[in-house]
């Protein structure tokens, strides 16, 4: 089982270049989301979808975009990376939207924005 | 709008000691109550959550966790502390019902490091 994949690991972008982070799971989840986890400040919400073509904002979703065109795949993109985008982004997945599910994680992307 | 509070930002241990961690909720209507853990250079992985019942839960390694709707409180808990606990523990709440959407308000973390 794969679970929840992220691509790349790793990644340096200079400012104002663009780049999309790449998620993907294989559990067949209706719920998808992406948190960026900076130091002292948990992991914060950017994005979610609750089903195929469906997406929402969450907790800090400036300058970022998502979309959900097939359950799989919820790729996350920055327009025009900034400095403050420089995080440890992570994708999350799970069964359905309902709260009782716990997410399942993958293993994060290092993002350096110079 | 909901918030939650983890008091401890960083814990040093000795390997058995006990330990609890600190986690405080705002909102006032039903929740659900996760702990993750992150090991260094890992993914979040899940300990244990509440939904309902018995208030005090038990999750994996050990490790449990007592709700106290009183006082908006999810205090996780580990009679003897192993090295191969030194990692990062995170708090989160969402609201419970069919309205909810899944959203997951996590807290600040706490580092917890165990000396062998």
């Known amino acids: 089982n794969a679970g929840v994949t992220q691509t790349p690991k790793f990644q340096v972008l200079k400012t104002g270049q663009s780049m999309t982070l790449q998620c993907a799971q294989d559990m067949n989840h209706e719920y998808m989301s992406w948190y960026r986890q900076d130091p002292g400040m948990g992991l914060r919400l950017i994005h979610y979808?609750?089903?195929?073509?469906?997406?929402d904002q969450g907790e800090v979703p400036n300058g970022y975009n998502v979309s959900r065109s097939t359950t799989e795949d919820f790729p996350l993109r920055l327009l025009s990376a900034a400095p403050s985008q420089t995080s440890v982004y992570f994708c999350a997945s799970k069964t359905t939207p309902d709260g009782n599910q716990p997410q399942h994680f993958g293993d994060g992307t290092r993002l350096s924005i110079l | 709008a909901q918030s939650v509070s983890q008091h401890n930002h960083h814990v040093i241990l000795s390997e058995a000691a006990s330990l609890e961690l600190g986690c405080n909720y705002s909102y006032g209507g039903t929740v659900n109550l996760f702990w993750y853990v992150q090991y260094p250079g890992q993914h979040l992985q899940l300990l244990l959550k509440?939904?309902?019942?018995?208030?005090l839960v038990k999750g994996i390694k050990g490790f449990e966790a007592e709700f106290i709707k009183s006082k908006f409180s999810f205090n996780l808990r580990k009679p003897s502390v192993q090295w191969s606990d030194t990692a990062e523990y995170f708090c989160?709440?969402?609201?419970?019902?069919?309205?909810?959407?899944?959203?997951?308000?996590f807290g600040q973390g706490t580092t917890l490091q165990v000396k062998p």
């Open positions: 509440y939904f309902s019942g018995d208030p």
């Open positions: 989160a709440v969402n609201k419970a019902g069919s309205s909810n959407t899944g959203k997951l308000i």
């Open positions: 979808s609750v089903g195929a073509g469906i997406t």
